[in-house]
């Protein structure tokens, strides 16, 4: 393959079965793998669709400055993008994240501004939205309400899934911005009438909860409800257990987050083989394990790596 | 049905500090309603009149009970129910 930028080479990642955590020959397990992307996670996807539809418009010119809220991984692929299109990013993160991501934002020449650790990414969403207030004159892409988030996989990764498994009946993803879920689910749901989304939330620590009122909370704006079937909730232990499996039994060395879609797709491979179907059930590798290394997700007891991540915002 | 009831941080005001409750009845409403008994206010800081609060999120055995049943989702002795404020990634 061979593209004219790194910025052309976003997308067309392979679609891998695991012949290995596949429960039984009719009910099949495939793991998209979204870490082959440039800086190595699925949100190269909607951070390149948003600067390119910002720049269709005329809101972005070279020198300009990018406002982001992240808890890291698309803060990352913006940083990256800007840097060859010549914009300046601020990504607003949460401090309780991966030394790993800032090392990254800052390589890539992002600015950071560190929002309170309670409260997580809501936190972050606050905070930039107050500075995009107090600076007009930056261009915050809002991942979270912006509809070239899940366009890019509307476009992207569910055509790429339904061409490579054309059998799909799930599709398993993470819920952070909604976007994937949202981009690739209703794609599929369009074209391939029957198939299943199923979405799995990470679920944190208390700290990143925050201690504010429940009417507080935060929805994205690209959420739709009607394109899941099924929303998995699932803590840090079961993902480090998968994750550790995933990279057991198939040689995928992936992040936490991946662990939790993986502990989904299994949920919905028991149901089907209790209903006595078939499934091919499709999920996303959201990124590697490279920036969670120093979480010590990989090694020691399963217990001790769990609890390592309480009050961190692991996916 | 005996089921337990994870408290958010932000609601253990209500639980004297509890983490966890213990709620009965035969379907989520009805749990919640009986730990109201004892815990004034609880119900309505989970619901309104259409149903869930809107950034609220319940689970029932870590699933998401607006892709169940909702509020009138059936529960069962030792099910756990989760409750969590909504909140953002990426």
């Not at chain 1, 107050?130 to 899940?150: C, F, I, K, T």
């Not at chain 1, 029957?194 to 944190?204: L, N, T």
Request: hydrophobic share 40%; net charge negative.
């Amino acid at each position: 393959m061979r593209f004219g930028s790194l910025l052309r080479s976003v997308g067309n990642t392979p679609l891998v079965g695991l012949p290995h955590l596949s429960p039984t020959p009719d009910v099949r397990l495939w793991a998209k793998l979204e870490d082959r992307n440039p800086t190595g996670s699925v949100k190269d996807r909607p951070a390149l669709a948003m600067i390119e539809q910002a720049e269709s418009r005329g809101d972005l010119e070279p020198g300009d400055t990018i406002l982001e809220p992240t808890s890291g991984n698309t803060g990352i692929s913006l940083a990256m993008a800007a840097k060859l299109k010549g914009y300046h990013l601020v990504a607003v993160m949460p401090e309780n994240t991966s030394r790993e991501r800032t090392e990254l934002l800052t390589m890539w020449g992002a600015q950071i501004i560190y929002s309170s650790p309670v409260g997580g990414s809501n936190e972050a969403v606050r905070l930039a939205k107050e500075l995009a207030a107090q600076r007009p004159h930056w261009v915050m892409l809002y991942q979270y309400g912006n509809y070239a988030n899940s366009r890019s996989h509307y476009e992207g990764t569910g055509p790429e899934l339904l061409a490579d498994l054309p059998e799909i009946t799930h599709f398993v993803a993470g819920l952070g911005t909604t976007g994937t879920l949202m981009g690739a689910g209703r794609y599929l749901k369009e074209h391939k009438p029957g198939v299943r989304i199923v979405a799995a939330e990470p679920r944190y620590g208390e700290l990143v909860y925050g201690l504010r009122n429940l009417d507080e909370g935060f929805v994205p704006e690209l959420y739709d409800p009607d394109v899941l079937d099924s929303r998995v909730s699932v803590g840090p232990g079961d993902a480090i257990r998968r994750t550790r499996e995933l990279l057991e039994g198939e040689g995928i060395f992936a992040g936490i987050s991946t662990g939790a879609i993986l502990h989904a797709a299994l949920i919905v491979a028991r149901r089907a083989i209790r209903a006595g179907e078939s499934a091919d059930i499709a999920f996303i590798v959201c990124d590697g394990g490279w920036k969670y290394l120093s979480t010590g997700a990989y090694t020691g007891t399963v217990e001790a790596a769990a609890e390592a991540l309480e009050g961190q915002v692991w996916a | 049905m005996a089921v337990t009831v994870e408290v958010p941080t932000v609601l253990r005001g209500l639980t004297e500090g509890q983490r966890e409750v213990e709620g009965r009845g035969a379907d989520l409403a009805a749990v919640i309603a009986d730990i109201d008994v004892r815990h004034c206010g609880f119900s309505q800081r989970i619901t309104d009149q259409a149903g869930l609060r809107k950034f609220v999120n319940v689970y029932l055995n870590d699933e998401d009970v607006r892709f169940l049943d909702g509020l009138r989702t059936s529960v069962a002795d030792g099910d756990v129910v989760t409750i969590l404020p909504a909140v953002a990634g990426g």
